[in-house]
């Protein structure tokens, strides 16, 4: 089976800019998470689709937003691009099921970087 | 929120020796996860562990969840075990969340 793809790889914005970051989970999972990870803050959520909705959201700004597609592949955009926005940004696809287990597995990510 | 905290949060090890990451969680929950970072920045999944022990290799697990720990050891340390190792919770429910600690800077020196 096919890991979890994302693209790019590597981005290079500068301020005011608009960014959309691309994930595709694993065949057969329908949940995808995003993650935002930055040496001050850590590993923050930023929010989950299944079945293309959203069923949670973490704290951050309404300049974050995301999407999902009828074929599980999840967009995230980032609007009006801040220097504290430069981050890995991380993708996660699951089965996400409710009640079901829900173990995690990770795109490689994408190094974002504002100027 | 639940809260996820690791330590210790910087490890340096001999090659061969071995080592014991603890994860504390501050509510019960459903799912947890260990993970390992590797330089890339990729999330490498360890253990699946919300209950009991799990063993790969020279990895093993234990979640012990009416304490709220998990602990993760690693025994024969190798330069290739390096990284950043980190513990994930989410709590169930229908928040669909994971938390994740802060993580455990792991280097091992040949």
């Known amino acids: 089976k096919a890991g979890v793809t994302q693209t790019p790889r590597y981005l290079i914005k500068t301020r005011g800019q608009q960014v959309t970051l691309s994930c595709s989970p694993i065949?057969?999972?329908?949940?995808v998470s995003w993650y935002q990870q930055t040496p001050g803050q850590g590993l923050q959520f930023l929010f989950e689709y299944f079945s293309e909705t959203q069923r949670n959201k973490g704290n951050f700004p309404g300049r974050f937003s995301g999407r999902q597609f009828s074929n599980s592949r999840s967009e995230m955009n980032v609007s009006t691009l801040e220097l504290g926005d430069s981050a890995l940004y991380l993708c996660a696809s699951s089965e996400g099921l409710a009640g079901g287990p829900n173990e995690q597995f990770f795109g490689p990510g994408t190094r974002l970087t504002v100027l | 929120g639940i809260q996820v905290e690791q330590s210790p949060p910087d490890l340096i090890l001999q090659e061969g020796a071995n080592s014991t990451l603890r994860c504390n969680f501050s509510?019960?929950?459903?799912?947890l996860q260990w993970f390992h970072q590797n330089p890339w920045g990729q999330l490498i999944n360890l253990f699946y562990?919300?209950?009991g022990t799990k063993q790969n290799g020279r990895l093993s697990a234990t979640t012990v969840a009416t304490e709220r720990y998990s602990l993760l050891y690693i025994s024969s340390s190798q330069t290739t075990d390096s990284g950043v190792y980190f513990c994930?919770?989410?709590?169930?429910?229908?928040?669909?969340?994971?938390?994740f600690g802060t993580g455990t800077r792991l280097k091992v020196l040949a």
């Open positions: 994930a919770v989410e709590r169930g429910g229908g928040t669909y969340k994971y938390i």
């Open positions: 562990i919300p209950s």
């Open positions: 065949s057969g999972h329908r949940s």
């Open positions: 509510d019960s929950v459903n799912n």
